[in-house]
């Protein structure tokens, strides 16, 4: 192993939602930060601008396999790259909503308490949203938490034919508003991410050292077991050692239970930082189903996600528990998610015999239906030998089919309006859950807390046994909303940062 002669402030380890905006936090405060990204680059031509080859098998996935709950193995959808999940990302960011919080009565029972408030998020969620240039208007979504102030920047203009069919669905009684989008304005990769906002612009300072393609396997703790000392990294099939004050990891839901589980010592026998149990479990994703409506004029299937509807966020007529919410996807050939959805594209080919991904691109129009989940132990990530394996069993699925059947009810709607000329009626809508191999979108394997017997970090996101390791990731979140974590998970981290900062 070759032990690397510098002293970081901070090492980093991961560079996507959670770590490469804590990057930008730290460096700004003149710290010395080493990130370790497993990933590289990301070429332009993979990114969120995609062609239609965005079906090619396994374009999003890893070359490395996990097990599933059923013991076959299956290959992840996300990438390992600068920037991280946030490279695929639809871009919307969106605030959980307060009462969130305090925890929600979802149909199969409460969500847990975060023991933090909207308040305590609400001025990074500003931050966070001036930092990664979020297109939006405040309190279009009725929905939506109090804000101190107004987005960032404007919404951007919508296809003329999603005009078209926001007044088909207020005709219905419906509220759509348009999705808070990061958007950079940049002609060749317009969708905002953790790179763009987060790493490039901190990457050239003296402060900032940037390794690629260095893969995390080991942290390496002192005789007592309290302090990391080394953070051991693959460098080329090379091993070397890093040394520095404070670790911080950023791997994602998943790697972050990974690195910890296989830093297991004499002192940390079931992994580091474990002496809960908690590291792995309560692995959640939201509920994620599409749906496909097809449209009467041929549109570019290359488009951001246009409209949020969250009339049935918190329930329906004669339903009192929250069902989720609705989002207008991207074109068909720019939206990673429905690539995802073997189920839709099947059952297109079976109804529409003549219709290819071209014809499908062009003359459909995409919906997500999303659900939040509930914390459960038993899901959860754990090594099979040196392998990953995943335990994972949906929940609060009455909710999630109520969601989709009363959307469906309402496109139904929409097409028979005789005034709706952009939308047609046809006999099924398409639909397809996203598989457990649709995994970017996770959370809660290394939850925070205040108590140490429940929880692994504090809420100030640092370790109840090893003083020394933080945690800025999805894996801290107690629980999973019907919104995208992206938001929340940025917004933590700057809240985050600034505990790290008294600590340096
Ligand atoms: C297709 C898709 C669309 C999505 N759309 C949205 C959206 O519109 N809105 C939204 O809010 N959310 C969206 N999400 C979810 C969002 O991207 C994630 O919630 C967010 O990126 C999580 O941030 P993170 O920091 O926890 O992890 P990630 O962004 O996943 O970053 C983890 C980083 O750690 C690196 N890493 C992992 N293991 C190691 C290791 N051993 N050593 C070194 N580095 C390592 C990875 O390569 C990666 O760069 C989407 C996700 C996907 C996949």
Not at 295 to 310: C, E, F, K, L, V
Request: aromatic share 6%; proline share 7%; net charge negative.
């Amino acid at each position: 192993m070759i032990i690397d002669d510098n002293h970081y402030d901070v090492i980093l380890i991961g560079s996507g939602a959670g770590g490469g905006t804590l990057l930008g936090a730290l460096s700004a405060a003149g710290h010395s930060v080493l990130l370790l990204e497993r990933g590289g680059v990301m070429p332009l031509e993979d990114q969120n601008l995609s062609e239609a080859d965005l079906f090619r098998k396994d374009r999003y996935h890893p070359e490395e396999k996990w097990f599933g709950t059923d013991g076959d193995p299956f290959s992840p959808q996300m990438v390992h790259a600068i920037g991280g999940n946030t490279k695929i990302w639809g871009g919307v960011l969106e605030r959980m909503r307060e009462q969130e919080f305090s925890g929600v009565k979802l149909q199969e029972g409460p969500s847990p308490d975060w023991e933090l408030r909207y308040a305590d998020l609400e001025p990074w969620y500003e931050r966070g949203e001036e930092i990664y240039r979020v297109h939006g208007v405040a309190g279009a979504d009725p929905t939506a938490p109090a804000r101190t102030g107004p987005y960032p920047a404007a919404p951007r203009p919508l296809e003329p034919f999603l005009v078209e069919l926001r007044s088909a669905l207020e005709r219905q009684g419906l509220h759509p508003y348009d999705l808070p989008l990061s958007w950079s304005d940049s002609a060749v990769d317009p969708t905002g991410d953790a790179e763009l906002f987060g790493v490039d612009p901190v990457r050239t300072c003296s402060n900032v050292t940037v390794k690629e393609h260095a893969r995390v396997v080991q942290l390496h703790v002192n005789p007592s077991g309290q302090e990391v000392r080394g953070v051991e990294v693959d460098i080329a099939g090379q091993h070397w050692l890093f040394r520095g004050h404070q670790v911080v990891m950023a791997a994602g839901a998943i790697g972050t239970p990974e690195i910890l589980l296989r830093s297991a010592t004499d002192h940390h026998v079931r992994g580091l930082a474990n002496g809960s149990d908690q590291v792995g479990r309560n692995l959640m994703k939201p509920q994620l189903t599409t749906i496909l409506q097809l449209a009467t004029a041929p549109n570019s299937g290359r488009y951001a996600r246009g409209h949020g509807i969250t009339d049935f966020y918190w329930g329906d007529k004669n339903v009192d528990f929250p069902l989720g919410s609705i989002h207008s996807g991207g074109g068909v050939l720019q939206d990673a998610l429905f690539a995802e959805s073997p189920p839709v594209l099947s059952l297109v080919t079976k109804l529409l015999p003549d219709f290819g991904i071209d014809q499908l691109a062009s003359r459909s129009i995409t919906w997500w239906a999303m659900s939040a989940v509930r914390p459960d132990p038993h899901n959860r990530v754990l090594l099979r030998g040196s392998q990953l394996q995943i335990n994972y069993t949906p929940n609060n699925r009455e909710a999630h089919d109520r969601l989709v059947y009363r959307w469906i009810d309402c496109l139904k709607a929409v097409e028979s309006d005789p005034l709706t000329l952009v939308t047609k009626a046809a006999p099924v809508h398409p639909r397809g859950e996203a598989p457990l191999p649709v995994i970017g979108g996770a959370c809660g394997t290394c939850r925070m807390g205040s108590d140490p017997a429940t929880s692994v970090v504090n809420l100030e996101g640092r370790s109840h046994e090893v003083h020394n390791l933080w945690i800025v990731d999805a894996s801290v979140l107690p629980s999973c909303p019907s919104v995208g974590i992206g938001l929340t998970v940025i917004a933590n981290a700057l809240r985050i940062a600034e505990a790290m900062k008294a600590s340096l």
